[in-house]
Nanobody, 129 residues
């Protein structure tokens, strides 16, 4: 059973930065395609960013491209989301999602929520002055 542990949410002023982290465990070897989604009250869950298990391929949603950076640490099971120049509209619960992968899919990343197998519990990000 894969488990996810998220951290790093909080309250920040507009223009500020936050860094989210998600640690996955329970799948061997450490080959996880990983992604971040967010959801604010009254809205559908929105894809934010995704990265392949190798870390070599990544993609971003239009609303965050150029401000957010998704990365994987060398241990293979930790993904971070560096969020810069935050705006009030970035306020949401942010969810980490993972898909255990095979070696051959080293460049695959996923943008649909139904493509992921496991989800974190979510962490609140609030951007407010």
């Amino acid at each position: 059973q894969v488990q996810l542990q998220e951290s790093g949410g909080g309250v920040v002023q507009p223009g500020g930065s936050l860094r989210l982290a998600c640690v996955a465990s329970g799948w061997s070897p450490n080959m996880y395609a990983m992604g971040w989604f967010r959801q604010s009250p009254g809205k559908n869950r929105e894809w934010v960013a995704a990265i392949s298990w190798s870390g070599g391929s990544r993609s971003y949603g239009d609303s965050v491209r150029g401000r957010f950076t998704i990365s994987k640490e060398t241990n293979g099971n930790t993904v971070t989301l560096q969020m810069n120049r935050l705006k009030p509209e970035d306020t949401a619960v942010y969810y980490c999602a993972v898909k255990p992968e095979t070696y051959s899919r080293s460049s695959s990343y996923y943008t649909g929520s139904n493509e992921y197998d496991y989800w974190g519990q979510g962490t609140q990000v609030t951007v407010s002055s």
